[in-house]
């Protein structure tokens, strides 16, 4: 790229809005690297070229074998398994997913079309299926072919359940030696439980994961199977809310979407909709009132356009809600997740409650708030994937297959850096992916394309090349106690 050549220097008005940190921002010096597949086995100096093959300095201590890189997913020249003596076994576990049915037939037809593979048998109701052989499925060809076009999961799903030692023993006893686990962060926990114990006991069984959430919630992966197809289901409830919102005077369309602890829903939809002014996720803390609060800037968004648009993640206020003591008492489900007090609903009084008569004081006819709210939450996550998760599906099915025949067991399959590969199981257990709030990534979209306030006060202490930010806008979060 060239500059205009220009010597001037002007302060970039985004820079002037309170509370954005300055890591948001593009430095002199930040480049993005032209190629981001390695030789994990390359020498210090073969890394030491520019982009026209000529030697050029570079830091030893960032580059060949200090290099953090991950086995490439794809099928090898030499399996570990005798296609004739395998016999495979695939399970989904937790919330249900576009997509499951997809990774399910995937598995199915890349065993048998391509490596021979006949047996493979479905564990229904999740961990818990295992140690009731009897009522396993057998999975063919006729009996997956049209699973691409449904939603949910034909093996069902559950959470907790979970008896490693069991488990193992079920595998052993009926000559299990692929298993494939579909699930997210506490599936993924399981199969670790799993794969260490088959390790223990020296059994030559391949535990591979296909890691599965709508909240695109899994460290390191640019995303995660279900994402894209449950986004554009919240986008048609962002429209439909803007909608409402532009039928009467002082309209006001609230959403709330899936996202626990990751707001990466609300973020993309309330992006790809282009008619949101406020985006409100978990990793973000508001405040209602007051100079910099939400309740100033919608206010002055419906009396600039009579109209506007509130997306809100199930994950985010709960820290507020707290402090106003509008929360119950703590319950977790079986996976052991905290269930939720119900924020959509609470925010809805609380906005209706102090800009109902600050707009009828401001309005010619008197009209007040009118408020609709929308909760897709279960529409997003129920339906077929979409073309492009259809096609992730089948990438990622494939991939699992060709590292457990190949012989890789304890990994999980996804899309790093746009390229598929293998990631250690212990690398992604006990950790989340957030939306990273403090370095370059998709946040600052948000706030600067909505013009909401930024409630960013404290930044990440890490440099930016320390922290691995992944293509949906993400950073790694560790939840282990």
Not at 227 to 236: D, H, I, N, P
Not at 242 to 270: Q, Y
Request: proline residues 5%; contains cysteine; aromatic residues 6%.
């Amino acid at each position: 790229s060239d500059w205009t050549g220009s010597n001037k220097v002007y302060p970039n008005p985004l820079s002037l809005k309170p509370h954005v940190p300055s890591s948001w921002f593009i430095g002199l010096n930040d480049a993005v690297a032209a190629k981001v597949q390695v030789d994990a086995r390359e020498k210090y100096e073969d890394t030491c070229m520019d982009l026209d093959g000529e030697e050029d300095d570079c830091d030893h201590d960032r580059s060949g074998l200090k290099a953090e890189a991950f086995i490439l997913a794809g099928p090898r020249a030499e399996i570990a398994f005798d296609p004739k003596e395998c016999k495979a076994a695939i399970v989904t576990c937790g919330g249900l997913c576009p997509g499951l049915n997809s990774v399910i037939r995937e598995v199915v037809m890349c065993l048998r079309r391509q490596y021979g593979v006949t047996e493979t048998y479905g564990i229904p109701a999740g961990y818990r299926g295992f140690t009731k052989p009897e009522t396993w499925k057998d999975l063919d060809s006729e009996a997956v072919k049209n699973l691409h076009n449904l939603g949910g999961s034909i093996l069902g799903s559950s959470r907790g359940g979970h008896d490693t030692k069991a488990i193992v023993d079920s595998l052993v006893e009926e000559g299990v030696n692929l298993l494939f686990v579909v699930g997210g962060d506490g599936t993924v926990r399981g199969a670790a439980k799993i794969a260490d114990e088959v390790k223990a006991r020296g059994l030559p069984i391949a535990v591979a994961v296909v890691p599965k959430t709508i909240d695109n919630d899994v460290p390191l992966l640019d995303r995660t199977f279900g994402f894209e197809s449950a986004v554009e289901a919240a986008r048609k409830a962002i429209n439909v809310a803007n909608v409402e919102a532009e039928g009467f005077p002082n309209g006001l369309g609230v959403v709330k979407v899936m996202g626990r602890n990751s707001g990466f829903i609300a973020m993309h939809s309330a992006l790809g909709s282009c008619v949101t002014d406020l985006c409100l996720v978990p990793e973000v803390d508001f405040y209602l009132d007051g100079p910099g609060g939400i309740v100033d800037h919608l206010y002055e968004r419906i009396v600039a356009n009579d109209k506007a648009v509130v997306v809100i993640a199930e994950g985010a206020g709960q820290n507020l809600m707290a402090e106003m003591g509008a929360v119950g008492e703590v319950v977790q489900d079986a996976s052991g997740n905290v269930l939720l007090d119900d924020v959509g609903p609470w925010l809805c009084k609380q906005l209706k409650t102090r800009l109902d008569d600050r707009l009828k004081e401001s309005s010619e006819n008197g009209d007040g708030l009118t408020l609709k709210y929308v909760d897709p939450s279960y529409m997003v996550r129920g339906i077929p994937p979409n073309t492009a998760d259809n096609l992730y599906c089948l990438q990622l099915a494939h991939n699992a297959v060709h590292g457990a025949m190949a012989g890789l067991s304890s990994f999980l399959v996804g899309s790093v850096n746009t390229r598929e590969c293998y990631v250690p199981i212990e690398l992604v257990a006990n950790k989340r992916n957030v939306i990273d709030t403090s370095h370059q990534s998709l946040w600052e979209y948000v706030v600067f394309s909505t013009g909401q306030p930024s409630f960013q006060t404290n930044g990440d202490p890490r440099d930016d090349e320390d922290v691995i930010t992944t293509a949906s806008g993400g950073v790694i979060l560790s939840t282990a106690e």
